[in-house]
Nanobody
Framework: QVQLVESGGGLVQAGGSMTLSCAPS????????MGWFRQAPGKERELIAT????????TYADSAKGRFAISRGNPKNTVYLQMNSLKPEDTAVYYC?????????WGQGTQVTVSS
């Protein structure tokens, strides 16, 4: 089964930037949409950003607007999350998501830690 593989997490100081990447483990159809979620300890998983597979339309959570940018690469099943002006409250495990024919595919998550 296709899995999504994230990379790019790590430790960064507050105010810094980081880019996360995600790609499928094998070739597959183009996802209808892709997105990034995050989950902080003791909190629910939160949707951060999405991008449409048909027209690259993007949506963002309020917490990400103006600081984060989601984009697709080449091949189009590669998705990035550029994160700027990072805050300690952005610390979480970040998960990549892809939706295909109504089924959600997930990555294993990558830890992002923002130090104050």
């Amino acid at each position: 089964q296709v899995q999504l593989v994230e990379s790019g997490g790590g430790l960064v100081q507050a105010g810094g930037s980081m880019t996360l990447s995600c790609a499928p483990s094998e070739r597959t159809y183009s996802f209808h949409s892709m997105g990034w979620f995050r989950q902080a300890p003791g909190k629910e998983r939160e949707l951060i950003a999405t991008i449409s597979g048909s027209n690259d339309r993007t949506t963002y959570a309020d917490s990400a607007k103006g600081r984060f940018a989601i984009s697709r690469g080449n091949p189009k099943n590669t998705v990035y999350l550029q994160m700027n002006s990072l805050k300690p409250e952005d610390t979480a495990v970040y998960y990549c998501n892809g939706n295909l024919f109504g089924y959600n595919y997930w990555g294993q998550g990558t830890q992002v830690t923002v130090s104050s």
